[in-house]
């Protein structure tokens, strides 16, 4: 699946073709003794990220707002 990382200076990253256990990847979000975490082989501070969601989300919500 594809995903679009938001961060909270503006930029995104896209994944193509990700495959991740959003569960594992929460529990990481929430462990406080991590501070960055690896996305799509980009080491990122995990307190810059906004969001990550599947690309057809953002396309739907995209059209939606037209």
Known sequence: ????VQLNNGQA???KKAE???T????TLNDQKINFVNIG???INKHIIV???PTTAIAEQSETQS
């Open 1 to 4: 699946m594809d995903y679009q």
């Open 13 to 15: 990253i896209n994944l």
């Open 20 to 22: 991740f256990d959003a």
């Open 24 to 27: 594992a990847f929460t529990e």
């Open 41 to 43: 082989g980009a080491i």
């Open 51 to 53: 969001s990550v969601l």
